[in-house]
């Protein structure tokens, strides 16, 4: 598999480990939002979270929240943000699932996302909508 985390994973380049266990890796971004930003992996490949499968997924989680909550003290972050990039359009440039933990200061004032407002009456529909899918 010609995947830069995959080649992460199997040692054959290098990264700058924090944890690892028989399914998942996390280690630190190359190139951080702040310090101490940690990418968290299923060594298995899969293109993105939508791919994965729901056991991994439910294990994924917990992994990121332990590897969360040492990341916080380390750095002494105020908060932390969870990310996951799915596609192109959302900003994934690294086709293989894996997890954003961003540690967050009060002080860094990043803002995360640009607001849009609804018309009158779209929020309930689209909320159908999405619901209708929800039930098939
Ligand atoms: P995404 O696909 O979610 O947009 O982001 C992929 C992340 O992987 C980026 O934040 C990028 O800095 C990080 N990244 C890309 N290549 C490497 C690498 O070779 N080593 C490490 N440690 N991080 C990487
Ligand atoms: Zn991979």
């Given at each position: 598999?010609?995947?830069?985390?995959?080649?992460?994973?199997?040692?054959?380049?290098?990264?700058?480990?924090?944890?690892?266990?028989?399914?998942?890796?996390?280690?630190?971004?190359?190139?951080?939002?702040?310090?101490?930003?940690?990418?968290?992996?299923?060594?298995?490949?899969?293109?993105?979270?939508?791919?994965?499968?729901?056991?991994?997924?439910?294990?994924?989680?917990?992994?990121?929240?332990?590897?969360?909550?040492?990341?916080?003290?380390?750095?002494?972050?105020?908060?932390?943000?969870?990310?996951?990039?799915?596609?192109?359009?959302?900003?994934?440039?690294?086709?293989?699932?894996?997890?954003?933990?961003?540690?967050?200061?009060?002080?860094?004032?990043?803002?995360?996302?640009?607001n849009q407002k609804y018309?009158?009456?779209?929020?309930?529909?689209?909320?159908?909508?999405?619901?209708?899918?929800?039930?098939?």
């Open positions: 598999m010609d995947c830069i985390f995959c080649k992460i994973i199997k040692g054959e380049i290098p990264a700058a480990k924090i944890y690892e266990d028989n399914n998942f890796l996390a280690f630190l971004d190359i190139s951080p939002v702040n310090k101490g930003h940690t990418l968290v992996v299923p060594k298995e490949h899969y293109e993105n979270l939508m791919e994965t499968p729901d056991e991994l997924v439910r294990d994924l989680w917990v992994v990121v929240k332990k590897v969360a909550l040492a990341v916080k003290k380390t750095v002494k972050a105020d908060g932390l943000n969870f990310c996951a990039n799915n596609g192109q359009a959302a900003g994934q440039i690294i086709f293989h699932t894996h997890i954003h933990v961003i540690p967050r200061f009060t002080s860094d004032h990043f803002k995360n996302w640009p018309n009158n009456g779209e929020i309930e529909k689209v909320a159908e909508e999405i619901g209708k899918k929800l039930k098939n």
